[in-house]
């Protein structure tokens, strides 16, 4: 069991590290990266030449304890990051699915984003 998720992690950071050197953020398009655990979900939306984070989600907020990590809380988390976006004036990031398939919670928050008006 043990060796069975260290390939899988092994697999997946293999998948990360190739997915990082085409993807970039910058200033007018940022990165929008996603991270999943069994207990919360993360989202962060970084720009890559000054290193900054310019906004973030994540279910361990105080306010958005309530959301699980679920299909249905990642489409919540994706809206919430998207009219943090909105108000900040940022309309276009690039998406970084952090070595993750796109399926289930990553495809929700990504989908949840783009229903808040984010275009990737």
Same mark, same amino acid.
């Given at each position: 069991?043990?060796?069975?998720?260290?390939?899988?992690?092994?697999?997946?950071?293999?998948?990360?590290?190739?997915?990082?050197?085409?993807?970039? $953020?910058? *200033?007018?398009?940022?990165?929008? #990266?996603? #991270?999943?655990?069994?207990?919360? !979900?993360?989202? *962060?939306?970084?720009?890559?030449?000054?290193?900054? #984070?310019?906004?973030?989600?994540?279910? !361990?907020?105080? &306010?958005?304890?309530?959301?699980?990590?679920?299909?249905?809380?990642? +489409? *919540?988390? +994706?809206?919430?990051?998207?009219?943090?976006?909105?108000?900040?004036?940022?309309?276009?990031?690039? %998406?970084?699915?952090? +070595?993750? !398939?796109?399926?289930?919670?990553?495809?929700?928050?990504? &989908? $949840?984003?783009?229903?808040? $008006?984010?275009? %990737?």
């Amino acid at each position: 069991m043990l060796r069975k998720m260290i390939e899988k992690n092994r697999k997946r950071l293999k998948r990360k590290i190739h997915i990082r050197k085409i993807i970039a $953020g910058t *200033q007018e398009r940022p990165r929008m #990266t996603v #991270t999943r655990s069994n207990r919360a !979900l993360y989202i *962060q939306i970084i720009d890559d030449a000054k290193g900054h #984070t310019l906004a973030s989600a994540s279910t !361990l907020e105080k &306010d958005l304890r309530n959301i699980k990590p679920t299909v249905e809380g990642a +489409g *919540q988390l +994706g809206e919430i990051m998207g009219k943090r976006l909105l108000e900040k004036n940022i309309k276009t990031v690039v %998406f970084d699915r952090n +070595g993750y !398939l796109y399926h289930g919670v990553v495809k929700a928050m990504a &989908d $949840g984003a783009r229903k808040a $008006g984010i275009e %990737f």
